[in-house]
């Protein structure tokens, strides 16, 4: 499975942005999708993660109820929608493909995308 992450940029706090993750190759719409972000000197991070069907999703509490993840199969696209973006949400966000339901821990996930950055100024 290849991913393709984008739709990162710059933005104000209190705005939006939507996070797209094209996936590509075999079966690649039965994987569980999940994003992940790192910010400078940190470690990589947990914040949402989807089922293959859709119709699972859990977030990260710092992010719970700010953003949506959802995704559309039949474009092997997953999306995060990220409302009231906070400075503390800077990072560069990753979209990780696996097989384990539910997981928080980037070993559980084989297939990474590169990153696309996320920067939130005041």
């Known amino acids: 499975v290849q991913l393709q992450a984008s739709g990162g940029g710059l933005v104000q706090a209190g705005g939006s942005l939507r996070l797209s993750c094209a996936a590509s190759?075999?079966?690649?719409?039965?994987?569980?999708i999940a994003w992940f972000r790192q910010a400078p000197g940190k470690e990589r991070e947990f914040v949402a993660t989807?089922?293959?069907?859709?119709?699972?999703?859990y977030y990260a509490d710092s992010v719970r109820g700010r953003f949506t993840v959802s995704r559309d199969n039949a474009k092997s696209t997953v999306y995060l929608q990220m409302n009231s973006l906070k400075l503390e949400d800077t990072a560069v966000y990753f979209c990780?493909?696996?097989?384990?339901?539910?997981?928080?821990?980037?070993?559980?996930?084989?297939?990474w995308g590169q990153g696309t950055q996320v920067t939130v100024s005041s």
């Open positions: 190759g075999r079966n690649s719409s039965n994987y569980v």
């Open positions: 989807i089922n293959w069907r859709g119709a699972s999703t």
């Open positions: 990780a493909a696996g097989v384990t339901w539910i997981s928080t821990i980037t070993s559980h996930y084989g297939y």
